[in-house]
């Protein structure tokens, strides 16, 4: 979900490309793509990131027209983006390591992961999950040094920032949501169970809440943040089938949860969630 343009953005399958939404008025348009996206992530306001893991690039869209404006060969399967400065950074899944992109082309590589999944900023701090270590890595992004390594659960797959040095990653095969500090000493700050594989992530750090869609028992479970960090208030409600992401409107409190096996996008207002 792109707040600047209000536009939701689906990533498609054969044939590969964006389904752009507008939920306001109802209106969907199809933008064809070179490759097949992992993950979509926002760059700035206005701006898409598409990770084509089966072409191996990492492609700029613009919206709301859907324009592409930028292709970049990057490395092995690309798994997921992130922007800080005038740099792009993309998870090479399949190389073992961090892309680092910039003036167009993939200028620099951060070796050393086993299998590099998602990613996000949070905190002047590039995050990166190591899906197959079990590790969080916790990365200067100017001088490209890795700052901690911590323990990530009994699998983890994506992260999110959640406030300021702050995120949350996605234990999958845990069944759990972690908490983290990424600043000062970085740090583990909660543990929090699931009744399902936790899988796709969305924060809305303005409003102090994140989503959870747990891909194997079609639910969606929405958390308050607390200021540490911690979460709190668990509220669960059923979702379309294998919901494998999930997006957040911070100008509405709106979720949007996207069900894989039916090809469907499920609308889910603030107040369905109950009373706060």
Known sequence: MDPATGILAVALRQ????????????E??????????RHLSSSRPGELLLSAENTDMLIRVALPQGTITEQVQVGRQPHDAASFGRSLFVSNEGGGSVGVVQDG???????????????????????????RKNTLHIIEPTTMAEIAE??????????????????????TRGNAVLTYQVTGMPRQISRNTVPGRAY?????????????????TNQVVRWRTGPDGSLRDPKTLATVR?????????????????????????????????PS
């Open 200 to 216: 796709g992530l969305s924060s809305d750090p303005g409003r102090g809440l994140l989503y959870t869609a747990l891909s194997n």
């Open 242 to 274: 294998q919901p494998d992401d999930v997006a957040s409107d911070p100008r509405t409190g709106t979720a949007y949860v996207v069900g894989r096996t039916d090809a469907q996008v499920q609308q889910i207002p603030e107040s369905a969630f109950g």
């Open 28 to 37: 969907v348009r199809t933008v064809a793509t070179p490759g097949a996206a």
């Open 105 to 131: 082309k993939m200028s620099r590589e951060i070796p050393g992961f086993a299998q590099p999944g998602g990613l996000t900023i949070s905190g002047d701090r590039l995050v990166v999950v190591d899906v």
């Open 150 to 171: 911590l323990p990530a659960g009994a699998g983890p797959s994506h992260v999110r920032p959640i406030g300021a040095g702050r995120v949350a990653v996605a234990d």
């Open 15 to 26: 044939p590969d490309g964006v389904a752009l939404v507008d939920p306001d008025s109802g």
